[in-house]
T-cell receptor, first 112, second 114 residues
Framework: GEDVEQSLFLSVREGDSSVINCTYT??????LYWYKQEPGAGLQLLTYIFSNMDMKQDQRLTVLLNKKDKHLSLRIADTQTGDSAIYFCAESFMNRDDKIIFGKGTRLHILP | EAGVTQFPSHSVIEKGQTVTLRCDPI?????LYWYRRVMGKEIKFLLH????????ESGMPNNRFLAERTGGTYSTLKVQPAELEDSGVYFC????????????FGPGTRLLVL
């Protein structure tokens, strides 16, 4: 079945790197995503990776995909207070009407 | 370019009442999706429109929920009668046909049923 798991909380000191991890059960996913939700705001697509890629980097963000272990991670370098948010891991399947399957979200808390 | 908009931002109603949520997708996006997140749970898919047609409504919880997209532009999601367990945040998303991997989400409607 489709299941996306991620830890619920992460605390990181400002300036350090944050690593948010996610595991999924269905290996037939086409795309894997990281969405960000700031307090009181909607879901912002942060980045996504095609399932045949291992890594994607975009400025302070690095996404790593290990298909063998069904593990996705998001690394945020030089974490800032503005990075405080809930981060949702998600996946979609090209031939299943494109609906996105989300994890419960990881709340990232930045320590001063 | 305007993003996905949703109205209202918040709604507080009593059990048994009716509420209608509205979503305006990004102009030109034929795909429109509804999702919801109830307290402490995952964001769950409800249904998917392509233009005015329902492509997939497998996530609709029961027949108290009715979604429409007349004319293929904006969409409404009506809950009638509302129950306590319907409380949560209802998100709408849209994407272009051929770019389904990029769904843009609205800010959500926070529904509280008392």
């Amino acid at each position: 079945g489709e299941d996306v798991e991620q830890s619920l909380f992460l605390s990181v000191r400002e300036g350090d790197s944050s690593v948010i991890n996610c595991t999924y059960t269905d290996s037939s996913s086409t795309y894997l995503y990281w969405y960000k939700q700031e307090p009181g705001a909607g879901l912002q697509l942060l980045t996504y990776i095609f399932s045949n890629m291992d890594m994607k980097q975009d400025q302070r963000l690095t996404v790593l995909l290990n298909k063998k272990d069904k593990h996705l991670s998001l690394r945020i370098a030089d974490t800032q207070t503005g990075d405080s948010a809930i981060y949702f891991c998600a996946e979609s399947f090209m031939n299943r009407d494109d609906k996105i399957i989300f994890g419960k979200g990881t709340r990232l808390h930045i320590l001063p | 370019e305007a993003g996905v908009t949703q109205f209202p931002s918040h709604s507080v109603i009593e059990k048994g009442q009716t509420v209608t949520l509205r979503c305006d997708p990004i102009s030109g996006h034929d795909n429109l999706y509804w999702y919801r997140r109830v307290m402490g749970k995952e964001i769950k898919f409800l249904l998917h429109f392509v233009k005015e047609s329902k492509q997939d409504e497998s996530g609709m919880p029961n027949n108290r929920f009715l979604a429409e997209r007349t004319g293929g532009t904006y969409s409404t999601l009506k809950v009638q009668p509302a129950e306590l367990e319907d409380s949560g945040v209802y998100f709408c998303a849209s994407s272009q046909v051929g770019a389904q991997e990029t769904q843009y989400f609205g800010p959500g409607t926070r529904l509280l049923v008392l």
